[in-house]
T-cell receptor
Framework: AQSVTQPDIHITVSEGASLELRCNYSYGATPYLFWYVQSPGQGLQLLLKYFSGDTLVQGIKGFEAEFKRSQSSFNLRKPSVHWSDAAEYFCAVGAPGTYKYIFGTGTRLKVLA | DVKVTQSSRYLVKRTGEKVFLECVQDMDHENMFWYRQDPGLGLRLIYFSYDVKMKEKGDIPEGYSVSREKKERFSLILESASTNQTSMYLC????????????FGQGTRLTVV
């Protein structure tokens, strides 16, 4: 069955530090992968997506993610975190030929000043 | 600019009431979704619709129904609200299958008392 695992429920980093949020997926074929961010009380905003091609993808707000097929991972990174990055982050998989997205349970990021 | 609008940000309803959550998108998307978001559980799909008057159950449809009479509007109905339906509800739309990203509304926080 398709699934998405975000092993870290909470992460705390200091402002200016680097960030990596983990995402592992289980899917039989090449998946379509997404990272979304949700600020408190808001809906989800797309940060970036991977469909094919270059395995390192750039997104908005200075985020990037790397697709590693051998590890079934799509980890999100940012070299220097800003206080405004405090939010919840969701990894998602889209299955070709279906309408459904599978979301991870989210990672809540706290940024220390 | 792409927009998904949910009619209410916050709702408080009494147990047993019939509740309507409304969602409108202005992107001419075929697909629309209703998710429920609870801490530690991520996003769970309640229902989705891939065309006008067409709907399919998601992972947690019990206690809910939906209506899509027009392409741009997708309503979630709680036939008889219960306290365990207190949650954040997110509407989303997408143009194609799950190979393209979904666009989310700002969410409705429903409290059933």
């Amino acid at each position: 069955a398709q699934s998405v695992t975000q092993p870290d429920i909470h992460i705390t980093v200091s402002e200016g530090a680097s960030l990596e949020l983990r995402c592992n997926y289980s899917y039989g074929a090449t998946p379509y992968l997404f990272w979304y961010v949700q600020s408190p009380g808001q809906g989800l905003q797309l940060l970036l997506k991977y469909f094919s091609g270059d395995t390192l993808v750039q997104g908005i707000k200075g985020f990037e993610a790397e697709f590693k097929r051998s590890q079934s991972s799509f980890n999100l990174r940012k070299p220097s975190v800003h206080w405004s990055d405090a939010a919840e982050y969701f990894c998602a998989v889209g299955a070709p030929g279906t309408y459904k997205y599978i979301f991870g349970t989210g990672t809540r990021l706290k940024v220390l000043a | 600019d792409v927009k998904v609008t949910q009619s209410s940000r916050y709702l408080v309803k009494r147990t047993g009431e019939k509740v309507f959550l409304e969602c409108v998108q202005d992107m001419d998307h075929e697909n629309m979704f209703w998710y429920r978001q609870d801490p530690g559980l991520g996003l769970r799909l309640i229902y989705f619709s891939y065309d006008v008057k067409m709907k399919e159950k998601g992972d947690i449809p019990e206690g809910y129904s939906v209506s899509r009479e027009k392409k741009e509007r997708f309503s979630l109905i709680l036939e008889s609200a219960s306290t365990n339906q207190t949650s954040m509800y997110l509407c989303a739309s997408s143009p194609l299958t799950a190979t393209t990203e979904a666009f989310f509304g700002q969410g409705t926080r429903l409290t059933v008392v």
